[in-house]
């Protein structure tokens, strides 16, 4: 891009009030043109591949899909954009971001921390700049959030054979007699590799998952529906599988209702 031409910019949050304070935002400066916008990762990627932005703000948290399934999908662009995380991610999370590179500004966001990623933006773009820097090594952080080029697959055994699963195919993982149990719309298979809930939770990371209680994991994106139960506690019904109703314990309620852009 020459120094003549605007940055061309999509934004992509599930919220639209927060894609509106970003575009009021963004009109004070001349160089940023915002092309376009999405409420969701999935027309996200899709405006992306029609428009070819040089740039996207990004948000994270959005149900079903989140913003690393965004990146990870442009990431296979010819000419991927450049990305700026919008986030409200603790600091473990940051610390990742800022290891890779990665530019990001705090939900809610801040005039002055914008103009900061703006000018960076601009140092990449003009490439005029006195400061050095770096272009983000994306790849690199999708490693660090499990979606990198490493091939994801939760193994189980089906009839002496290990089957190779898909995360989308698993909707259910529950340890039953001290064995994981991984619940599809084809079956229930008994884990094969992860010996406890805690490390395929970790292995997981990044991925549409959500640990509802010390025994069972679901698939956010194949919930049905769920409303309060019992002491503070949530209930909650899968698609696709005929099961019981899944108890949500008080404690993580609240992380239930961010996962899915609730609170």
Known sequence: ???????????????????????????????????????????????????????VFLDIQMPGKNGFHVLQEIMQLPDPPLVIFATAYDEYALQAFEENAVDYIL????????????????????????????????????????????VLRISVEDSGRILLLEPSDVILC????????????????????????????????????????????????????FAPWFNGKYVVTMKHIDEQEIIISKGRVKDFRQRLGLA
């Open 1 to 55: 891009m020459s120094s003549q031409q605007n940055i061309r910019c999509i934004l992509v949050d599930d919220e639209t009030p927060a894609l509106d304070e970003l575009s009021f935002l963004l009109s004070d400066f001349n160089d940023i043109d915002v092309i376009g916008t999405a409420t969701s990762a999935t027309k996200g990627i899709k405006l992306i591949e029609e428009k070819k932005p040089d740039l």
């Open 107 to 150: 939900k809610p966001l801040s005039s002055e921390r914008l103009k900061k990623s703006i000018q960076r933006i601009r140092c990449l773009v003009y490439a005029n700049c006195e400061e050095k820097v770096e272009i983000p090594d994306m790849n690199a952080l999708l490693d660090t959030m499990g979606l990198g080029t490493k």
């Open 174 to 225: 529950r340890v039953e007699e001290r064995k994981i149990m991984v619940y599809t719309q084809k079956g229930i298979f008994p884990c094969y590799g992860d010996k406890t809930l805690d490390k395929l939770e970790e292995r997981l990371h990044g991925q549409p998952f959500f640990r509802t209680n010390r025994g069972e994991m679901v698939n956010l994106t194949h919930v049905r529906d």
